[in-house]
């Protein structure tokens, strides 16, 4: 448990705050957290379970495994929606820009995107953010990501905003292939079924092999404390312009994804502003079931909670309680 508060301790003195105030809000009720999120890892056992809270008045911080990386999945995809949202207050990207979508630029499934081509093939960037950080289409995510000069590019921008321990190495088809023990994305491979027929006729071991090493894999990961760095940047404005930061969170907002994780957990009265990621299970095992968010209590206090859960061999419902509990726990910790 003590080691639990000293790691916080640390990492907030290297994170800082917002301002260099004292917080007004009550402080976190640190043995709560250590006891009650202990008892959820191990409820959660055999995954990995991160749990952490950050003030965003005061920056008082705490968190299970702070340092430890876990796999993103679709939570990327609200770095991905800062870094566009950076090259539109720089001038060099319109919303109003319209992309030609082609078979080539597909990407596998979720993706409304995809499962309607050709029928449509053109949209704005607007509407590809809004469909990448609140619909979680991984077309318009991927498609967004090369126009603004691809993986390396978006990190890039977060390093240079001071964000270490956020990676973004690969676009979703390839983190999909790779996961999957597939080769090159194929258009045809898009929708749910061809993907599937495609996973099958790979060799069974080779199968495992690629699913178990998405776990491990340092790639496309993040640690705690750097989501809740990004949350903590992005609330005080330091990532973008006011009209994109209040774009961006009212995107997060409004996503319909993860209803039953985070949100599910909040006391009445509380909004959410949050990304969730999913990798889906096979072999019965969930790589990541994952959400990360802004909470606005009523009384007007915000927090920036992360929750990751990777390694899980419980049903999805069940992996979403966790996170719910999760968040219940802290709502109660800061009451």
Request: some cysteine; glycine content about 8%; aromatic content about 6%.
């Amino acid at each position: 448990m003590r080691a639990l508060l000293v790691t916080a301790i640390l990492l907030l003195a290297a994170c800082g705050s917002k301002d260099d105030t004292v917080a007004k809000t009550p402080p976190l009720n640190v043995k709560l957290l250590d006891r009650e999120v202990t008892l959820l890892a191990e409820r959660a056992q055999p995954a990995r379970l991160e749990v952490a809270v950050q003030n965003l008045e005061g920056g008082e911080m705490w968190a299970r495994n702070a340092v430890q990386s876990f796999p993103m999945q679709s939570v990327f995809k609200a770095p991905l929606g800062a870094a566009v949202l950076a090259e539109v207050d720089a001038g060099r990207l319109s919303l109003d820009e319209v992309i030609t979508i082609g078979d080539m630029d597909l990407s596998p499934q979720y993706s409304a995107i995809a499962a309607a081509w050709p029928g449509r093939t053109t949209y704005t960037v607007g509407e590809l953010l809004d469909r990448a950080v609140s619909d979680s289409d991984n077309t318009a995510a991927d498609v967004l990501m090369r126009r603004i000069g691809g993986p390396g590019v978006l990190n890039a921008w977060l390093v240079g905003k001071g964000l270490q321990g956020l990676r973004i190495d690969r676009y979703e088809r390839e983190l999909a292939m790779d996961a999957l023990g597939l080769h090159s994305f194929r258009p045809a491979w898009r929708t749910a079924t061809g993907l599937d027929q495609a996973w099958t006729a790979v060799p069974e071991a080779d199968r495992r092999r690629a699913w178990d090493a998405v776990m491990e894999d340092p790639r496309d990961s993040a640690t705690a404390s750097a989501a809740l760095g990004f949350l903590r940047m992005l609330d005080a404005g330091q990532l973008l312009s006011p009209a994109s930061t209040k774009l961006l969170l009212k995107l997060m907002t409004d996503t319909p994804r993860g209803a039953a994780r985070l949100k599910a957990g909040l006391p009445p009265g509380a909004t959410l502003a949050h990304k969730p990621g999913s990798s889906g299970a096979r072999f019965g095992v969930t790589a990541a079931t994952n959400d990360i968010g802004i909470v606005t209590f009523r009384d007007g206090r915000k927090y920036a909670v992360v929750v990751f859960l990777s390694g899980s061999t419980a049903d999805q419902k069940a992996q979403d309680a966790i996170v719910a509990d999760a968040m219940r726990i802290i709502a109660r910790a800061v009451d």
